[in-house]
């Protein structure tokens, strides 16, 4: 077991590279032990604040938490009319007990078992859920004019369910087909996001969304997949806005096996097919999704919390730092019992590495520009906080110079490296690699990258509008660990993923060493303190996706 406090030696070890930017912060950094981090985590995982669900007894206390520590810290209020929140009004859903959940068949009715072969939700304001329609594979679902593909070629899929692979169309490619390499190999773009699949049903008019599940190629288990328990969040929106899509998730690979075979179509021919460009979406005859749930729908306001350090000399351009507080609340005991989705590590962790950066910029002379520090709230639904601020940004998205975010942070000690997340995006990787090197690390690119990861967090709600960002996640790759290399660093995201990732097991534990952690935290502090004490403007690089978005820096 490891002892959850660092020696003083490391901890004085560590302090030069949580400077963030001046030699003044060494000293106020020196505390930042585990000690520090933990009394956080264990504060905002503990029972008390109910799993942190927005909307919730949780969230309350949660925001009272965090403005608490954000006045003790000296900052300023940055959130709407002068306050410390911004309001986000959310639509929460959640299914009740099936009614009906079936296949209709040639050859008879089929049942489906809620949770096992199916998982559905909606973000739709109905009382009830109800589908009767017919299916259609349409391969990866992507129309990319770019890359010269188009799954649907023009079928109309109005009215219907449609049915997709998860990952891009190259994600299984094998060497020599046409398909190879045009999405970026093992790399995952948007296009392979369950996200951009569900968005992408709702703009042609489908009235219900599957996604095959597959762990490979989506990144994580079937567990995962079931771990919001038929919730669902979206940002409320105007009737005329509202999805078509009154059913949408995910159907486990055995049973659409099955669902497949019931139409003489085999998974694996229709798989391959899918890889082609000239794949033509597929009707599966005779066969219909019956789908009949009771929807509990209400309008939440729930609340990003922004807390800020104003510039001295440049201060409408903003450096923001970002973790989310939110996580999945109540569900169903586990083997010990545990009914709280507290997030211990993802991310009470990050929101506690978020409050130290704050506490030691707080400590140094203000910086030139602003700082902002955000607290979102409902990443685990989508990133619907980050999204909303994004779209309704306090401080212009156009002068905001860069986005820098925790979301988990690997909780097994030293690592000889850090995780690069989204390699060849922008030019903060550069400076990644200058900070890391004044640790004694270096950068390795995630190892990973077919897990989107780049997508998955609230940093992308600001890329996709033109802000450099930067993503630390201890789950984008196995670390170099300094005692049991890549090989103990790759046991360590499987023990976390395989059985705690969004479970409520994900608590903290003394035998959490977070010395590896306090130097990420010090990496991203470091970063985005020299941005905020310089005129720099961290730039897109030539072969990314968002170039053109800001192709010309400080605009």
Known sequence: MTCFRLALPIVLALAPALAFGTPALAQAAKDTTAGRLTETVRTLASDAFEGRAPGTVGEAKTIDYLVGRFKALGLEPAGAKGGWVQPVPLLHTRLGATKRLSLKTPAGTTPLEAGKDLYVSTIRPDDVARIDAPLVFVGYGVTAAERTWDDFKGVDVRGKVIVFLVN??????????????????????????????????????????????????????????????????????????????????????????????????????????????????????????????????????????????????RPDEVVMFGAHWDAYGKGKPDAAGHVYRAGANDDALGVAGLLEIARGMKAAPPPARSVVFAAWTAEERGLLGSEYYAANPLYPIDRTVANLTLDILQTDGLANDVILVGKGQNTLEDAM???????????????????????????????????????????????????????????????????????????????????????????????????????????????????????????
């Open 168 to 313: 891009d169309p190259d994600f299984h490619a094998q060497a020599g087909e046409p398909v190879a390499s045009r999405f970026g190999g093992r790399t995952m773009t948007y296009y392979g996001r369950w996200t951009y699949k569900f968005e992408e049903a709702a703009r042609r008019g489908a009235i219900g969304a599957l996604i095959v599940h597959d762990t490979a190629a989506a990144g994580y288990g079937w567990n995962v997949v079931v771990s919001p328990g038929g919730e669902n969040y979206d940002i409320v929106r105007k009737p005329a806005d509202v999805t078509s899509v009154r059913l949408q998730g995910w159907i486990a690979e055995a049973a659409a096996r099955r669902m497949f075979a019931s139409a003489a179509l085999d998974l694996d021919t229709l798989k391959a097919a899918a890889r082609s460009p000239d794949f033509r979406p597929v009707e599966l005859d005779g066969v219909r999704l019956d789908a009949e749930l009771p929807v509990a729908h209400e309008v939440v306001t729930s609340h990003n919390v922004l807390a800020r350090i104003p510039g001295t000399t």
């Open 433 to 555: 690699a200058r900070v890391a090197a004044t640790q004694g690390r270096r950068v390795t690119p995630e190892g990973l990258p077919e897990r989107g990861l780049f997508y998955r967090a609230d940093h992308f709600s600001f890329a996709k509008r033109g802000v450099p960002v930067m993503l630390l996640m201890g789950i984008a790759g196995a670390s170099d660990m300094k005692q049991g290399g890549v090989a103990r660093g790759q046991a360590w995201i499987d023990a976390y993923t395989g059985t705690c990732y969004h479970q409520a097991c994900d608590r903290w534990s003394e035998d959490w060493n977070l010395a590896g952690a306090i130097q990420d935290i010090a990496l991203v502090g470091t970063v985005g303190g020299e941005l905020a004490r310089s005129d720099a403007w961290p730039q897109w690089k030539a072969g990314s996706e968002f170039r053109h978005l800001r192709p010309t820096p400080g605009r």
